[in-house]
């Protein structure tokens, strides 16, 4: 769980939801600072479902103390921690390979952070099992996706580092929407120069409390995003194209009028004894034909 104050209560937030915020972050990321995120589809999804190892955890959520709130996202023992984010790629894989070998380089990454060295003796042995389980199980897609030509270029060493660390921003924007944080900081975000660089995120005070989920968040002065990020925004009105071809008819051609038709069927009708088998009738039902 990740908690956000609001007054004197806790608002518990959910991490597959955090990780909904984090898919939103990523559709509507692009800018000509930033760039363009690539393969823009299987990025936002596994943006969105990088946290999908912790569903269950969340679903019954354990308490530190008697009465007391559900265990925080950074209270979970790292035995618990560690089989979430095992099956956390392998319950994405169906999802895609991709998406599969990004929440194994996001999970592998939040390792880099524990001081592994300071950690009990069989702690510091399940966590390197887990770091080599993960190196071997992202080779086997990495193989994969490399011979496929439409995949090759997105699984080059300097590709899947600029994913990872697109998602790693992504999973700190929305932790700081999350948590309300006024500053939070974010690792190096890549730019469209092909550098990155680490920066900090904070409300943006001129965005207001109208801005109906426009973009809240800046670094720097910088923005990350031309899009909105979440919500907002009256929907579109949908307007009709026309066209002159074909009489003037649209663009689609005008399909012949469905007729309708009678055809008789036999219907099973239940007497008032359940133990008897049910006798048939006939009837006509009416079925559109063209």
């Known amino acids: 769980m990740i908690y956000r104050p609001d007054g004197n209560r806790l608002i518990a937030i959910g ?27 299987e990025a936002v999804l596994a943006a969105a479902q990088h946290d999908l190892g912790m569903a269950a ?23 618990d921690h560690l089989r979430l984010w095992i099956a956390a790629p392998r319950l ?6 991709y998406v599969a070998l990004l929440v194994s380089l996001h999970g592998t990454y939040l390792y880099g952070f524990r001081d592994v060295e300071a950690e009990p003796r069989i702690t510091q042995q399940a966590i390197r099992a887990y770091l080599a389980d993960q190196e071997q199980f992202r080779a ?51 730019r469209a120069d092909g550098s990155a660089r680490a920066g900090r995120v904070g409300r943006n005070p001129q965005s207001g409390a109208s801005s109906q989920g426009r973009r809240a968040l800046d670094a720097d002065g910088r923005r990350y995003g031309q899009r909105r990020i979440v919500g907002g925004g009256p929907p579109r009105p949908h307007r009709r194209r026309s066209s002159r071809r074909a009489g003037g ?26 133990t008897q088998t049910p006798r048939m009738q006939s009837t006509r039902i009416r079925r559109f034909h063209r």
Do not use: N, Y
């Open 140 to 190: 086997g897609l990495v193989d994969s996706l490399a011979g496929d030509p439409a995949w090759a270029r997105h699984v080059t060493a300097g590709a899947l580092e600029r994913a990872q660390k697109h998602l790693a921003a992504w999973d700190a924007i929305s932790l700081a929407l999350c948590t309300g944080a006024e500053r939070w900081r974010v690792p190096e975000v890549p």
């Open 15 to 41: 991490q597959p939801a955090h990780a909904w915020i984090s898919g939103q972050l990523a559709q509507a990321w692009g800018s000509p600072e930033f760039g363009p995120v690539e393969p823009a589809g």
């Open 92 to 97: 994405a894989l169906p999802q895609g390979r």
């Open 249 to 274: 008819q649209g663009s689609l051609p005008r399909l012949p009028r469905a007729k309708r038709r009678e055809r008789e069927v036999l219907r099973p009708v239940r007497t008032g004894d359940l």
């Open 57 to 79: 955890f969340d679903a019954e959520p354990r308490v530190i103390a008697p009465g007391g709130p559900p265990m925080g996202f950074l209270d979970i023992p790292v035995a």
